[in-house]
C-alpha cells in the first residue's frame, strides 16, 4: 500500500515543536523564532514534508490558484499563449488550473463555478463567453474576471483583445497592393468574436476599394478547414487572393491551393493570414501573416491580475504586418 504524505504533524513531533509552529513556519509573515524555525525546517528536510498549498489556501479563504478555461487548447495559438501565461503565473507564485472547455458546448459556467469551489483568485477565459449571472458571481465573491480576445459590455472585467479591424485593415491593404481583383475571406463556422471583427472589417476595406468579396466560413477553427475552404473557393478561377482570419486555416488553404487545385503561391494566388503562429514561418509555409504579440497579450493579462482594484481594464494588444513569401510584390 502506498504512504501517505508526509503531514504537518510529523514535522512537529520530529522538530519538537507544536503543530501550530510548523503552520507558522511555511507561513509567509507569521511570527516565529529562529530557533523553532531552524528545527522545523530541518525536520521538514529529513522528512521530505511539503506544505499543502490547497489547505492553505482554503484556510486563508483564497488560494494561490489562477483558472484559465478555453477550448481548442490544442491549436496553436491557445499553446503558445498557454505556454508564456503559465510561466508568467509561476514566476509571480501562482499556479495555473486548466480547464478544458472542449465538452462544454456554448455554456462554459459550469467550469467556472468549478473554480469558484477551488477559491481561485482570478479566472482568465481564453474563449467562449461567461453569463452575466457568472459575471456577477466573481463580481460578489472578489474574484478578478479576464477575457482575452472577448468584449461585453459590464464593468468590473478586465479584456484583452488584439487589434483586429486593424489587422484586417493591414491584410486588405496587402492583398490590394498584390493587385488582388477578386479576393476571399476565409472564418471557421464558430464564428468567435474575434473572427467577426476580422472579417466585416477586411469586407470594409475592400469594399471601400472597389474589390470583390467572396466569403467562406466552415467547420472549426482548424487547418482541415482551411483545407476545405481552399477546395471549394478556388473552383472559381477567378480568386486571386484571400484572407484567413486565422493562421491556422491560412496552413490549410495553403495546402489545398497548391496540391489540390494547382495554383502557384503567390504568382497565381496571395495569401495573407492572422495571428503569426509559430507554424507561419516553417519554410514550407512562410505565411505572410498579421502579428499580435504574444508576449505583450500575456503582459497585459498579469497586470490585469495584479492591479490594486477591480476595475473596467480595456487593453487592445497592436498588430504588425510580417511580410514572408505567399503575397505577391
Known amino acids: 500500500m502506498a504512504r501517505g504524505f508526509v503531514t504537518a504533524e510529523e514535522v512537529a513531533k520530529r522538530a519538537g515543536v507544536s503543530r501550530s509552529a510548523v503552520s507558522r513556519t511555511f507561513t509567509p509573515g507569521a511570527s516565529v523564532s529562529q530557533a523553532v524555525r531552524r528545527k522545523v525546517l530541518k525536520a521538514a528536510r529529513e522528512l521530505g514534508y511539503r506544505v499543502n498549498r490547497l489547505a492553505q489556501g482554503l484556510n486563508n479563504d483564497r488560494s494561490n490558484l489562477i483558472g484559465v478555461v478555453g477550448a481548442n487548447l490544442s491549436a496553436p495559438f491557445h499553446a503558445k499563449q498557454l505556454d508564456l501565461l503559465s510561466i508568467g503565473l509561476l514566476r509571480r507564485g501562482l499556479q495555473c488550473l486548466l480547464l478544458n472547455a472542449a465538452d462544454a458546448r456554448k455554456d462554459i459556467a459550469p467550469l467556472?463555478?468549478?473554480?469558484?469551489?477551488?477559491?481561485?483568485?482570478?479566472?482568465?477565459?481564453?474563449?467562449?463567453?461567461?453569463?452575466?449571472?457568472?459575471?456577477?458571481?466573481?463580481?460578489?465573491?472578489?474574484?478578478?474576471?479576464?477575457?482575452?480576445?472577448?468584449?461585453?459590455?459590464?464593468?468590473?472585467?478586465?479584456?484583452v483583445l488584439s487589434d483586429d479591424s486593424r489587422g484586417a485593415d493591414l491584410a486588405a491593404l496587402r492583398l490590394i497592393e498584390a493587385g488582388c481583383k477578386k479576393v476571399a475571406v476565409i472564418s471557421s463556422g464558430s464564428q468567435t468574436p474575434a473572427q467577426v471583427r476580422?472579417?466585416?472589417?477586411?469586407?470594409?476595406?475592400?469594399?471601400?476599394?472597389?474589390?470583390?468579396?467572396?466569403?467562406?466560413?466552415?467547420?472549426?477553427?482548424?487547418?482541415?478547414?482551411?483545407?476545405?475552404?481552399?477546395?471549394?473557393?478556388?473552383?472559381d478561377e477567378a480568386i486571386d487572393g484571400?484572407?484567413?482570419?486565422?493562421?491556422?486555416?491560412?496552413?490549410?488553404?495553403?495546402?489545398?491551393?497548391?496540391?489540390?487545385?494547382?495554383?502557384?503561391?503567390?504568382?497565381d494566388l496571395s495569401v495573407v493570414g492572422f495571428d503569426d503562429i509559430p507554424q507561419a514561418g516553417w519554410k514550407s509555409y512562410e505565411l505572410t501573416t498579421v502579428a499580435q504579440s504574444f508576449s505583450a497579450l500575456t503582459e497585459h493579462v498579469l497586470e490585469a491580475l495584479e492591479a490594486d482594484e477591480m476595475e473596467t481594464r480595456l487593453q487592445v494588444v497592436p498588430v504588425t504586418m510580417v511580410e514572408r513569401k505567399t503575397a505577391r510584390r
Open 198 to 235: 476580422r472579417t466585416t472589417a477586411f469586407k470594409k476595406k475592400m469594399a471601400t476599394a472597389g474589390v470583390e468579396v467572396v466569403a467562406w466560413s466552415g467547420g472549426t477553427t482548424s487547418y482541415e478547414s482551411g483545407y476545405q475552404a481552399g477546395c471549394e473557393v478556388l473552383v
Open 112 to 159: 467556472i463555478e468549478l473554480l469558484f469551489e477551488f477559491r481561485a483568485q482570478a479566472i482568465i477565459v481564453l474563449s467562449g463567453e461567461p453569463p452575466e449571472s457568472i459575471v456577477d458571481q466573481c463580481i460578489a465573491n472578489g474574484v478578478r474576471l479576464i477575457l482575452i480576445n472577448q468584449k461585453i459590455d459590464r464593468t468590473d472585467t478586465s479584456m
Open 242 to 267: 484571400a484572407f484567413c482570419v486565422t493562421d491556422l486555416l491560412a496552413l490549410g488553404f495553403l495546402d489545398a491551393a497548391r496540391t489540390e487545385m494547382h495554383r502557384r503561391v503567390p504568382a
